[in-house]
């Protein structure tokens, strides 16, 4: 289970009114290494990962869910007060239609999110390294944005979420590190 | 506390010695055994462990030059020339009473 904490891991501030951005955020929220499929692949994979490292996913993958609010909200805000014809200038008909303002998981383009992004392939340390994967791909994706958007604010956001990847990343490699040693082996540091 | 790296300890009765390190050409055996968490709640009976491979590239960052070769015919057996990079595969079936 888990405890809900009702506030933002980090501070989302928007201050450019930029329906546009809405569109392009949306491939951290519903694309392929958005922070849904991070959040799903993890606390999907840590069933049938060993023991050692199951805490590490859960721990990550509740973060992700984090970071899934603060896209959520960083959408919401670009996109609570625009019109119809504004939603359209930005991109956003095809998402309008289908959905008035509300979210929706899918990526920039407007293709819905699938479970297909993401695997489970019970052997460990495939599983760690798409997670490696997706956590380099997710920075790549944060980076992308930040050089869409001259919005410091909401640089800001993207920059602390960039962050997070790198550090999940290691984090991921470290527990490769802990599934290559040897049974028998005593680790010291 | 215990050291979180320290092995789990494992049930020695029924694990077979292809397990225990050495089987490696470079001296370390490529699978890696782990026990699930057991519940007194549990439906059915434990497995008694479970493997995983690490392959051998997993120790290798960047292959250095002379590495001792497998013979040519072998080695087009063997999918590589290096004996330190060659990663055998123990079909699970077949391996029964044994955990996969
Ligand atoms: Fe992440």
Not at chain 2, 42 to 63: A, E, G, H, R
Request: charged share 25%; aromatic share 10%.
């Amino acid at each position: 289970m888990w405890v809900y904490e009702k506030k933002l891991q980090y501070p989302v501030r928007v201050s450019k009114c930029d329906p546009r951005m809405a569109k392009l955020l949306l491939e951290q929220y519903g694309g392929a290494d958005g922070e849904l499929a991070a959040a799903l692949r993890y606390l999907n994979q840590r069933y049938s990962i060993p023991d050692k490292v199951i805490g590490l996913l859960t721990d990550i993958g509740t973060e992700e869910f984090a970071h899934l609010e603060m896209i959520a909200t960083m959408v919401y805000k670009l996109t609570k007060d625009a019109t119809p014809q504004q939603l359209d200038a930005a991109g956003l008909g095809p998402h309008y239609v289908a959905h008035d303002s509300a979210l929706f998981y899918s990526n920039a383009a407007g293709v819905p999110w699938t479970a297909a992004y993401i695997q489970a392939k019970g052997d460990p340390i495939a599983d760690l390294y798409e997670d490696i994967a997706a956590e380099e791909k997710a920075r790549a994706t944060y980076q992308w944005l930040i050089d869409m958007t001259d919005d410091v604010d909401l640089q800001d956001g993207l920059k602390f979420l960039r962050e997070r990847e790198i550090v999940h990343s290691l984090r991921f490699r470290e527990a490769v590190e802990i599934l290559k040693e040897e049974r028998e082996v005593r680790k010291v540091f | 506390m215990g050291n979180e790296f320290e092995a789990q300890s494992l049930p020695e009765e029924g694990v077979p010695p292809e397990f225990r390190a050495g089987c490696h050409p470079a001296g370390r055996s490529q699978e890696r055994i782990h026990v699930p968490y057991r519940s007194p709640c549990d439906p059915c009976p434990p497995l008694p462990f479970k493997t995983y491979v690490v392959p051998p590239n997993q120790f290798i960052v960047f292959q250095p030059p002379n590495w001792p070769q497998y013979p040519p015919e072998q080695a087009l057996r063997c999918g590589t020339l290096w004996p330190a990079l060659h990663s055998p595969y123990r079909p699970r079936r077949g391996r029964e009473g044994e955990a996969t």
